[in-house]
């Protein structure tokens, strides 16, 4: 029922890998399956401080995580609620780790700014509404754009902390989307560029139902389930 996407990205003779998955079985393969396939990460980065996807160090303990500059505020504001909330969710999911998790050395980055991928560069977009945080990794010269947790396919805007925020966001990632071939959300599946822009407007659709306060708001299709009504009840308690 749960599932996060990682993703790798190699330039020359650097890779990063960006998120993480979050089962235990996942992280201990990962290692083997991308020095299977050449793309062993030099480095490790989180679009946003949500538990599930700074598990990265789980798989590369002896990497450092790289995270936005909101995100590092925001892990100083909340001490620990990463691993409170990862602790939750195990407990939920009846999942069974070795360890606790330690988030380690986090490195800043720059947001908005850039880092370099070998020959190549990472531009890092700022992404806020869904969480106070948030990155969008873009990476120009292949046409890749991770965009953290927005535009899913299966999962309808989790606004945590603003719809101003959260419609800023959307209007900032649009002439992205416009700019790349693969549009990769935190949970759900990879997206076209016109797949993308058909969720992009679906969530500001979605955003103007929440902002009137609408109790029972027409869903998108694959997004109309028991689960995604919750979350909008969630919208509902915080915004309407
Ligand atoms: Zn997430």
Same mark, same amino acid.
């Given at each position: 029922?749960?599932?996060? $996407?990682?993703?790798?990205?190699?330039?020359?003779?650097?890779?990063?890998?960006?998120?993480?998955? @979050?089962f235990? =079985?996942?992280?201990e393969?990962?290692?083997?399956? +991308?020095?299977? #396939?050449?793309?062993?990460?030099?480095?490790?980065?989180?679009?946003?401080?949500? @538990?599930?996807? %700074?598990?990265?160090?789980?798989?590369?303990?002896?990497?450092?995580l790289?995270?936005?500059?909101?995100?590092?505020?925001? +892990? &100083?504001?909340?001490?620990?609620?990463?691993?409170?909330?990862?602790r939750?969710?195990?407990?939920?999911?009846?999942?069974?780790?070795?360890?606790?998790l330690?988030?380690? &050395? %986090?490195q800043?980055?720059?947001v908005?700014?850039s880092v370099?991928?070998?020959?190549?560069? +990472?531009?890092?977009?700022? #992404?806020?509404? &869904?969480?106070?945080?948030?990155? #969008?990794?873009?990476?120009?010269?292949?046409?890749?754009l991770?965009v953290?947790?927005?535009l899913? $396919?299966?999962?309808?805007?989790?606004?945590?902390?603003?719809?101003?925020?959260?419609?800023?966001?959307?209007?900032r990632?649009?002439?992205? %989307?416009?700019?790349?071939?693969?549009?990769?959300?935190?949970?759900?599946?990879?997206?076209t560029r016109?797949?993308?822009?058909?969720?992009? =407007?679906?969530?500001v659709?979605?955003?103007? #139902?929440?902002?009137r306060? =609408?109790?029972?708001?027409k +869903?998108?299709?694959?997004?109309?389930s028991v689960?995604?009504?919750?979350i &909008?009840?969630?919208?509902?308690?915080?915004?309407?």
């Amino acid at each position: 029922m749960w599932q996060t $996407n990682a993703t790798v990205l190699r330039a020359g003779a650097e890779a990063v890998l960006i998120d993480s998955p @979050y089962f235990p =079985d996942e992280l201990e393969a990962l290692p083997g399956v +991308l020095a299977g #396939a050449g793309f062993e990460p030099d480095a490790l980065v989180a679009t946003h401080a949500d @538990y599930d996807h %700074v598990l990265g160090r789980v798989a590369f303990p002896e990497l450092a995580l790289g995270m936005g500059e909101p995100s590092v505020v925001r +892990l &100083h504001q909340e001490p620990g609620a990463a691993q409170r909330a990862l602790r939750d969710m195990d407990a939920e999911l009846y999942v069974e780790r070795e360890r606790p998790l330690a988030l380690g &050395h %986090v490195q800043t980055l720059p947001v908005p700014g850039s880092v370099e991928l070998g020959p190549e560069e +990472l531009e890092l977009h700022p #992404a806020d509404g &869904h969480t106070s945080d948030g990155m #969008a990794v873009m990476a120009r010269w292949c046409g890749l754009l991770c965009v953290g947790d927005y535009l899913s $396919n299966v999962e309808i805007p989790m606004v945590e902390s603003g719809i101003g925020d959260y419609r800023a966001t959307l209007a900032r990632l649009s002439p992205l %989307v416009e700019a790349s071939e693969t549009i990769v959300p935190g949970h759900g599946s990879p997206q076209t560029r016109d797949g993308a822009l058909r969720i992009l =407007d679906e969530d500001v659709d979605y955003l103007d #139902a929440l902002e009137r306060g =609408d109790e029972r708001p027409k +869903l998108p299709a694959g997004r109309d389930s028991v689960e995604q009504r919750k979350i &909008h009840a969630e919208n509902l308690r915080r915004f309407a």
